[in-house]
T-cell receptor
């Protein structure tokens, strides 16, 4: 079953602009993670936010979590051409180590 | 270097010809998992393993088998591949203990079944 749904499906911005991607999910979660995937490559973990956290930062990344709305957002500030990739949210409910991924947002940063 | 490796990276085969995709990790992780990625569908979990000799079905296990005889290896077996198993496959691993629950992914195996 598909737990996370990213929005938008595709996003194109100019270098230096901020990029915001959203993720909505259906059931209660323990953690929510964001991953990045360069074309045809494996996924790379970006950041994890726990259900009792509301906001987390890592470098140019800012993640928010609103459990009442079952949604999360990933903000990439001052984007670079190298940020061009697909971004996925993934949720787990704390049991059995299953991660459920959304379908992803394709971000294109134009130089 | 800590990594997850998969072999082969690319494979073209025919319907019904048994194949195995290998996955190995050198991080002593207890948890390993297989996903398939198809356009518009994101990643869907096929099977996962919490430790040696412990495996369980994910969301799309039909047509696949796995085994976990050693901690580092988690091969994916397609006994009789069919064209609907044409996909990009990823193996991943993670530790079970500790605050970091990220999964480490292999580079992927692109499988085409004719």
């Amino acid at each position: 079953s598909q737990q996370g749904e990213e929005d938008p499906q595709a996003l194109s911005i100019q270098e230096g602009e901020n990029a915001t991607m959203n993720c909505s999910y259906k059931t209660s979660i323990n953690n929510l993670q964001w991953y990045r995937q360069n074309s045809g490559r494996g996924l790379v973990h970006l950041i994890l936010i726990r259900s009792n956290e509301r906001e987390k930062h890592s470098g140019r990344l800012r993640v928010t979590l609103d459990t009442s709305k079952k949604s999360s957002s990933l903000l990439i500030t001052a984007s670079r051409a190298a940020d061009t990739a697909s971004y996925f949210c993934a949720t787990d409910n704390g049991s059995a180590r299953q991660l459920t991924f959304g379908s992803g947002t394709q971000l294109t940063v134009l130089p | 270097e800590a990594q997850v490796t998969q072999n082969p990276r690319y494979l073209i085969t025919v319907t019904g010809k048994k194949l195995t995709v290998t996955c190995s990790q050198n991080m002593n992780h207890e948890y390993m998992s297989w996903y398939r990625q198809d356009p518009g569908l994101g990643l869907r979990q096929i099977y996962y393993s919490m430790n040696v000799e412990v495996t369980d079905k994910g969301d799309v296990p039909e047509g696949y088998k796995v085994s976990r005889k050693e901690k580092r290896n988690f091969p994916l077996i397609l006994e009789s591949p069919s064209p609907n198993q044409t996909s990009l496959y990823f193996c991943a691993s993670s530790p079970l203990a500790g605050p970091r629950r990220e999964q480490f992914f292999g580079p992927g195996t692109r499988l085409t079944v004719l």
